[in-house]
């Protein structure tokens, strides 16, 4: 299943920001890392732009897939108070996640 919408993608996104938004847009869900690692999301290097994310503060979560050679992640809370701060893209500033 495609999280995301190639249309959605614009020349002014980074990668990391494509998969960050795919993350935030189905918070605690489980993700299968092969539709973050799509090439209008994350492309090849998804999971670098995962350990990106995650040292910037973000709490991400990876599991391996039932009867699946893959892995899938979920966004758990917004970034860690101890985490350096890295500035958000405008367009992701007012995003919450719910409690």
């Known amino acids: 299943m495609m999280y995301e919408d190639p249309s959605r993608n614009t020349l002014t996104q980074t990668r990391r920001e494509n998969v960050l938004q795919a993350l935030l847009r189905h918070p605690r869900a489980w993700i299968p890392g092969p539709d973050l690692a799509a090439a209008h999301v994350g492309g090849s290097e998804a999971l ?7 040292a910037q503060g973000w709490r991400i979560e990876g599991r391996r897939m039932v009867n699946r ?10 970034r860690t108070p101890a985490a350096p701060a890295a500035p958000t893209p405008p367009h992701l500033e007012n995003l919450e996640l719910p409690l």
């Not at 670098?48 to 995650?54: G, N």
Request: aromatic content about 12%; charged content about 45%.
């Open 48 to 54: 670098r732009r995962l350990r990106e994310l995650r």
């Open 69 to 78: 050679d893959a892995w899938e992640y979920r966004i758990l809370t917004g």
